[in-house]
């Protein structure tokens, strides 16, 4: 079965760090872009991070630019996102996403949500940050 799974998210207070971690099974993560996404109660949701095939790829919203670090363990299909100075403003729901096809580079396409083919979302996991 095709999956990914977000763990890591919980409560912080304000900077505060948390990283999570984007797990795929039942695939490889192959050649494509995997685009980290939020969504905050009321508020639509955001793509904040895409990494693409090597940790050189990338790109970070300004809202998380500077503080966010992501890393990409293709052996492990495994994404990681450390996120440093946590505020209140970054509580949300976080979400990572990816192709089962080939995808242009994140340095090119910038935000994920702009990536028409990350069909393979995960359930989310939640961060709460306290002031």
């Known amino acids: 079965q095709v999956q990914l799974v977000e763990s890591g998210g919980g409560l912080a207070q304000a900077g505060e760090s948390l990283t999570l971690s984007c797990a795929g099974s039942g695939f490889g993560l192959g050649n494509s872009a995997i685009g980290w996404f939020r969504q905050a109660p009321g508020k639509g949701r955001e793509g904040i991070v895409c990494?693409?095939?090597?940790?050189?790829?990338?790109w970070y919203a300004d809202s998380v630019k500077g503080r966010f670090i992501v890393t990409r363990d293709n052996g492990r299909k495994l994404v990681t996102l450390r996120m440093n100075a946590l505020q209140p403003e970054d509580a949300a729901t976080y979400y990572c996403?990816?192709?089962?096809?080939?995808?242009?580079?994140?340095?090119?396409?910038?935000?994920?949500?702009?990536?028409?083919?990350?069909?393979?979302w995960g359930r989310g996991t939640t961060v709460t940050v306290s002031a």
């Open positions: 996403a990816v192709s089962q096809t080939p995808t242009p580079p994140c340095t090119i396409v910038g935000d994920p949500g702009l990536y028409r083919s990350l069909e393979v």
């Open positions: 990494v693409g095939h090597t940790d050189d790829d990338t």
